[in-house]
């Protein structure tokens, strides 16, 4: 019988030949995160276990990108409590403000994640970076703590499901709109446990930025990872950029999945995910010209790559945001706001009236630089809609991708990106 | 042996952990701090309820959402001494075996159970039993590996051992 990728990368770290869906395994780690959140917890728990070092202070990154700059005393205390425990444990990868970007998009763009590993990470979206063929999920400050001071962790083995995608992606529809598509067909906990493989020829031709957004909302159905094959494209982005050798894995032909979803893509329309469950998803054309909003974000781990900043200015350029809309910029990486620089995109978001913020995850979880008030609603590119998401417990979010969300910024409601006049 | 006795408090499906803690209650790690703000965008008289009422039953995908360990941490500062859920989501699922607040997934307990009735919970041997209504409920219990990491307390007290073993 065949493996697929997820249990091929899980039966080389650890050191068996073949592992099996429901197998209890001890996995080797390459790579391990955490932030300015899940680490001071970890920190404390590190210490209970009394080991004196960690397994390899380059294999650690930790990332004070939620609360920072610091909102308040107590984030500074815990940001002061990751950056004391970098310091003495040498780890080689904490990035301090100025330097640091939202974890997700920071490790990939930094060649620290790379095709083959296995990774954890304590946060959820960890899952991110099967987008690079790698096998990575989120963990809380516990496994972390126990990870940084052995190098390994339990996992059970995941069954997989497969989702294969083909046809002709239409204008506008983006890899947000394929995985908010996909878990409003499954539901938020469709892939619970599992592996989500994403193939089909429309993955293979999707650009390295909408793979990592289909990854990172691989925990959005309640899946342990997302994962797609290594090509061509994602070879073309680790080559610069890898800091340590790394290995493809390809699912085998005979491979076994608990379930094989196939949809043909061309009638597919950019979508909106209505509070408060990512699954409860609409095609915007079906949706009412008259949900008025007061705030946009575009940003976050799942949207806020160069790739989107770029859609967002192509649609903003030339318009004004709406007298009644906030509109909030981050890019999510230092080096993306220097690229977002350089190619004008910043410009234009002043120029239409937009507020930027320095790379952080603040508004994404309601925790500062944009926090919503009670009865406000938002727009926003990020991956999480629940109740209080962004803010007051009767606030609202809407998910989308970062055309939806620039349109709407412009006409103060939701609406698609060709309501809008694209001036070039 | 651990056998829990209490009165069932009752959620739903798909509670998830910016619910069981906000996000702006995540500037601190103390356990009593979070467990004062435990579930209450959901209920605001969670703090008080769960004073009678002390095992939680829910529904689906208990817990989904981020991978905060703060989530399990301030039920188990609330004082709630097991959860039983339809399923829990899979990071809840680990951080809870790992802090070790006892969760058991029994589907068609949850279905039986009304808020307020008398639960006995058996962890060891995976039986819910309804006392209010004499129904008892079985469910698998949990694999080895798994069973040893509650049984020495949590992940922290099992690294300990590993370490000290030379592993
Ligand atoms: S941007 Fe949002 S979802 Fe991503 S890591 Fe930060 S808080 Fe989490």
Same mark, same amino acid.
């Given at each position: 019988m065949g493996m697929t990728i997820t249990e091929k990368i899980l039966a080389d770290h650890s050191e068996k030949k073949e592992v099996y869906p429901g197998e209890l395994i001890f996995a080797k780690l390459d790579f391990i995160l955490a932030n300015d959140i899940t680490g001071p917890l970890a920190i404390k728990e590190f210490e209970k276990i009394g080991a004196e070092k960690v397994f390899d202070s380059e294999r650690i990154a930790l990332i004070p990108d939620h609360s920072t700059p610091n909102k308040d005393i107590k984030s500074a205390m815990q940001s002061k409590m990751l950056r004391d425990f970098a310091k003495k444990h040498n780890i080689k990868y904490y990035y301090e403000v100025g330097r640091v970007g939202i974890e997700h998009a920071l490790l990939p763009e930094e060649g620290l994640v790379l095709p083959g590993d296995c990774i954890i990470g304590a946060?959820?979206? @960890?899952? @991110?970076? =099967?987008?690079?063929?790698a096998f990575s999920t989120g963990v809380g400050s516990t496994d972390f703590a126990y990870a940084m001071a052995t190098g390994e962790i339990w996992f059970k083995v995941p069954e997989s499901l497969k989702f294969v995608y083909y046809g002709k992606l239409p204008q506008w529809v983006t890899g947000k709109d394929l995985i908010l598509q996909t878990i409003g067909y499954i539901g938020v906990d469709g892939a619970r446990y599992k592996a989500m493989e994403f193939t089909g020829e429309v993955i293979r031709t999707l650009p390295m930025s909408d793979r990592l957004t289909i990854c990172n909302m691989a925990i959005e159905a309640g899946a342990k990872n997302g994962i797609i094959e290594p090509d061509e494209i994602t070879l073309e982005y680790v080559? =610069?950029?890898?800091?340590r050798d790394y290995k493809f894995y390809k699912s085998d032909s005979d491979a076994n999945y608990k379930e094989i979803y196939e949809w043909d893509v061309s009638k597919w329309e950019p979508v909106v995910a209505f509070?408060?469950?990512?699954?409860?998803v609409k095609p915007i054309s079906s949706i009412s010209k008259d949900i008025y909003i007061d705030q946009v974000y575009i940003g976050s781990c799942t949207n806020g790559r160069i790739e989107d900043l770029r859609i967002a200015a192509k649609i903003l350029k030339g318009h004004k945001v709406h007298p009644d809309v906030r509109l909030i910029v981050t890019p999510a990486t230092p080096r993306i706001y220097m690229e977002a620089l350089k190619e004008g995109l910043i410009e234009i978001f002043l120029d239409a009236g937009a507020s930027i913020t320095p790379p952080s995850c603040g508004p994404c979880l309601g925790g500062h630089l944009g926090v919503l008030a009670e009865g406000e609603r938002a727009v926003a590119t990020t991956n999480r809609n629940f109740v209080g998401r962004m803010g007051h417990p009767k606030s609202e979010v809407y998910l989308a991708n970062p055309a939806v969300a620039a349109a709407s910024a412009i006409l103060g409601r939701i609406a698609a990106p060709w309501e809008v006049e694209v001036k070039d | 042996m651990m056998v829990f006795r209490g009165f069932a408090l009752k959620y739903g499906d798909n509670i998830d952990t910016d619910v069981i803690?906000?996000?702006?209650?995540?500037n601190t790690t103390d356990p009593k701090e979070l467990s004062e703000h435990c579930m209450e965008d959901l209920d605001l008289d969670f703090k008080n309820k769960v004073k009678e009422k002390n095992i939680l039953v829910v529904g689906e995908n208990f817990g989904c959402g981020s991978s905060r360990e703060h989530a399990p941490i301030a039920i188990k500062a609330s004082g709630v001494q097991c959860i039983i859920a339809k399923s829990f989501a899979r990071i809840f699922y680990r951080n809870a075996i790992n802090i070790g607040l006892p969760i058991l997934e029994v589907p068609e307990a949850v279905d039986k159970i009304n808020e307020g009735d008398e639960i006995e919970v058996d962890f060891d041997n995976g039986i819910v039993k309804n006392i209010s209504t004499g129904e008892i409920f079985k469910t698998f219990p949990f694999p080895p590996l798994i069973q040893e990491i509650i049984k020495k307390g949590g992940l922290i007290n099992f690294a300990k051992e590993r370490i000290k073993g030379g592993k």
């Open positions: 946060d959820s979206h @960890t899952c @991110t970076y =099967g987008a690079l063929g080559k =610069g950029r890898a800091k509070p408060h469950l990512p699954s409860n | 803690i906000p996000a702006r209650y995540l």
